[in-house]
């Protein structure tokens, strides 16, 4: 069948270490724009084209269901585990309460961006949802049931609270529709919807036969990339032929090999859940942290330990003639925060290009490219530098110099002079967009 074109459319220490992760919190983003599929049999279905069937899943209203979701992702590097949850904002496993929560659904769920997950999720309309991780000899499980928002980490008997979606933030506010934090699709459906928002001029859909998921009839939906330079081969979307509900997706790389994403159902069943299924009182001796409590701790960047005595005044003979303008350029020690204020960090945030090939661009804080155990500062361990050679490529260009970081599906080029270019894109592509924005 022909092609359906679719119409729609820090520091110096921190950040050698960080920005490998870096590059996988890119990678975890891109996976939620670009996921897809595999199939097991043909059933002989009605023929439908690629528009109708588009139009299918976005008329498909199932307000009730329950299945498992085997979720794999290979992005060619080692699994973060929990590490994943520890570079995102508010993020931490701490028992003590001081550094958030183990339950907390933004650093937990982003365990998903590596590896092989089993998901247990059951839906019965608009207000009651529930995501479950399960692994060898624990469990993590979000629920949401009315008004309540409720996480819990078996492992550490931790639990995460919130009464009300709008005054817990950001966090609950995902949940309580019924989804993952933000870039960590975890359901079929959910990487369709972003697979499908991002389509446009620079895509081809079209169907390419039939296939048999968890028992039940499918369409293949197929997703690729008209330009050249993507890393992403293409994306398979498997849609229930009754009720238009995503069942599975399989991203596969341009290079070939094995799949970037496999996510899909193993089993479905579109019957009311039991009322029970949504039900949850934390086991006893649980700590629990509610969310008002971790959001007040997200936006708080005053040092814990302040000293108790301050001055109450401050000394009277100040320097009449105060600099007008601060330098732009702030002491590579000061708090990020201070960094960003300046001009620096993720607000420079640009995006060049379209589609499949958009690159970010954006300033490291300090303006200034990876150290190296070269460098006059000195402070590269061994170990790290030749593990930072690994996993980089040197490049030279118009721009200068930098290094190239690479994955599977996303490439990020760090420079010397502290840009980075992130991208679903080749090295190449990387190259040039940075020769070109000089």
């Known amino acids: 069948m022909a092609p359906y074109e679719s119409e729609s459319a820090g520091r110096r220490k921190a950040t050698r270490y960080v920005v490998p992760v ?4 890119v990678a975890a983003a891109t996976i939620g724009l670009v996921p897809a599929l595999a199939d097991s049999g043909n059933p002989d279905l009605p023929k439908i084209s690629a528009q109708q069937l588009i139009e299918k899943i976005a008329k498909s209203d199932v307000q009730q269901m329950s299945g498992t979701v085997k979720i794999s992702t290979d992005l060619g590097l080692p699994s973060l585990g929990g590490m994943a949850g520890g570079f995102t904002p508010g993020a931490g496993g701490s028992s003590d309460g001081k550094a958030g929560s183990s339950a907390d659904p933004q650093s937990k769920l982003t365990e998903l961006a590596t590896g092989t997950h089993t998901l247990r999720i059951a839906a019965d ?19 949401h049931n009315g008004d309540e928002v409720w996480a819990y980490d078996s ?11 709008a005054a817990a933030g950001d966090r609950a506010a995902k949940h309580r529709k019924g989804e993952t934090p933000k870039g960590v699709p975890a359901t079929p459906k959910e990487l369709a919807d972003e697979v499908l928002k991002a389509s446009g001029k620079t895509t081809s859909i079209s169907v390419e036969g039939t296939s048999q998921v968890a028992g039940r009839d499918a369409y293949k939906l197929l997703v690729k990339p008209k330009q050249a330079g993507s890393t992403v081969g293409g994306i398979t979307i498997s849609v229930d032929a009754k009720t238009g509900v995503p069942l599975k997706f399989t991203l596969t790389p341009a290079g070939g090999g094995k799949a970037v994403v496999d996510a899909g159902f193993t089993k479905v069943d579109f019957s009311k859940p039991a009322a029970s299924t949504f039900d949850f009182t934390p086991p006893k001796g649980a700590k629990v942290t509610e969310g008002d ?3 007040a701790r997200d936006k708080s960047h005053a040092p814990k330990d302040m000293p108790k005595d301050m001055p109450k005044d401050m000394p009277k003979d100040m320097p009449k003639d105060m600099p007008k303008d601060m330098p732009k350029d702030m002491p590579k020690g000061m708090p990020k925060e201070l960094g960003d204020a300046q001009g620096g960090g993720m607000k ?4 060049i290009g379209e589609g499949w090939t958009s690159i970010a661009e954006l ?17 590269v361990p061994p170990e790290a530098q030749k593990f930072m050679d690994a996993l980089g490529d040197h490049v030279t260009g118009k721009f200068g110099s930098g290094t190239v970081f690479s994955t599977r599906l996303v490439n990020a080029l760090v420079t010397d002079d502290g840009k980075v270019y992130a991208g679903a894109v080749t090295k190449d592509a ?8 000089q």
């Open 22 to 25: 870096a590059v996988v919190g």
């Open 125 to 143: 309309g608009a207000d009651r949802h529930k995501l479950s991780v399960l692994d060898s000899a624990a469990e993590y499980s979000v629920i």
């Open 155 to 165: 492992a550490s008997n931790e639990a995460y609270h919130a009464k009300d979606a």
């Open 293 to 295: 409590d971790l959001k």
């Open 348 to 351: 420079d945030l640009k995006v």
């Open 363 to 379: 300033k490291l804080p300090g303006g200034q490219g990876l150290p190296t155990g070269g460098s006059a500062s000195g402070d």
């Open 430 to 437: 990387l190259v040039k967009a940075a020769n070109a924005a």
